[in-house]
């Protein structure tokens, strides 16, 4: 068998870790200055106020088009989930209802859900 | 002294050359072959443990998976997914699914899972989490199963949410608590704070100006907690890549780590402001739409699991829970891994699953 100490493969592989390490730990202490957090939030701070001006310019610009905006397209998505969450709650108590019967011994049966009757294994038993 | 015989020459044995050689080349020819593969295919199918849909409101979900044996454990759990990330890190692939352990094992799962907000849901406040979509979910459980008593379990930021919801509701009906790598005292996350310090984060420019926060700033966030990671990872990918079970791993990890969800405006504004400037959580002064939220009223069975190697929650910032919450029955128990790798993957099988039945199943009649 190949030592792993003098498998190049196993070399490479080894060297790439600690490079990653080492990449990461470097990076962790430039990223913990104060200087790296004013940086990147006077960027971040610009990005967002400019995002927020093109989304209105877009706005406008599919309104020209007579193309449907993100805030239309939003709207009929919220219809479409009300729609399916009233689904899910016509389901729901379809499933409650169709339970009772079962219960009753009237209607179809429904799916059986099993007794909450079960025990802790016996100290030291293996479960399956 | 003898010369070292040929063979051995500078510690190479040589002998084996031909054969190494001969592996590299078939596995270069399988990287070339399943490379093709890995780009003209989509991952496994992910989270497809049968579950039925209880609610589904704006950005919450609750699910209920279909019990799978025929004798189930008297109290249910509700699962609280973080709300950053999607809940299926729980519900991978069969045999490396945390649902389908639960749901083996005799217990009766539901989920808090989260979808994207919506822009109109910027307005979200951290009292929407706390004070409507948990309370709802829970009575939801309660109706569905018949029980009164719940089990909750919190994941990350889950874990944050559910504390404050124990601390609030803490005369029931959350039977017991579970944490997974649940941050308290944020001061510790050192590079979250300085990502948002005070001087140079303008945290209400920001929300006044996109709503919510885009996932790409979360993901950014993660990620550049260890910049190296991910070309590193691509590397390990391509030296893998003949390999099927590897490839269906980094697949399914990969694709749920850059799964991000955008956050709340408003929720977003009081993270920042009350858990990441004011440690307010740690510092025993969190109220949640008026109502004090101290941990130290929380007094059910508590299991608090952290990761040795956590670099999203550090040690440091999950450690003083256990210290604060006022349960008598409380543990904590540091396992091998990482903030994912503790609740999901082969180490997740072998460590964590198997020491959360064994502590829950006694509590769960």
Redesign the interface.
Known sequence: MTDKSNDPVALWQNMIGEMEKGFNAFANQAMASPQFSKVVNQVGGATAGAQKQLGELMEKYLLTMNLPSRAQMVGMAERLQSIEGQLNEIKSMLHQIQGNNANTGSGNPATPRPPRTKRPPPAGGEQK | MTAPAASDL????LS?IPE?IQS?VQRAIARSIKGVEYISTSGPSLGSTPK??????GTMNLYHYR?V??????VPILIVMATTNRGYILDMVPGQSFIEFLLK??Y?VYMLDWTAP???EKSLRMEDYVLDFIPDCVRRVQQ??G?SDVTVIGYCFGGVLSLLYGSIFADGPMKNLICFTTPVDFREM??FQ??S?R????VD??VD??GNVPPE?ILSSFE??????R??GQ??LW?NIWNDEFVKSYRMFDRWATDTLPLAGEYFRTITKDLMWDNKLFNDTMSVGGRKADIANIKVPMLHAVAEHDHIVPYEAAKPLIAKIGSADKEEVILKGGHVSLVAGPNAVRRLWPKL?SWL??R??
């Not at chain 2, 500078?10 to 044995?13: K, T």
């Not at chain 2, 044996?69 to 008297?74: A, G, N, P, Q, T």
């Not at chain 2, 001087?199 to 303008?202: H, L, M, T, V």
């Open positions: 500078a510690g190479f044995d084996s190494r590299e039925d849909v209880l609610s589904a409101r019990p044996v025929d004798e189930i454990y008297r094992r005799g009766d919506k822009p109109e569905d199963s029980e050192k590079l300085n990502f310090d001087r140079y984060f303008d420019h920001l100006s996109i700033m550049m907690l260890r910049p190296a990671s070309a590193a590397v390990q030296e039945d199943c006694e769960s009649t």
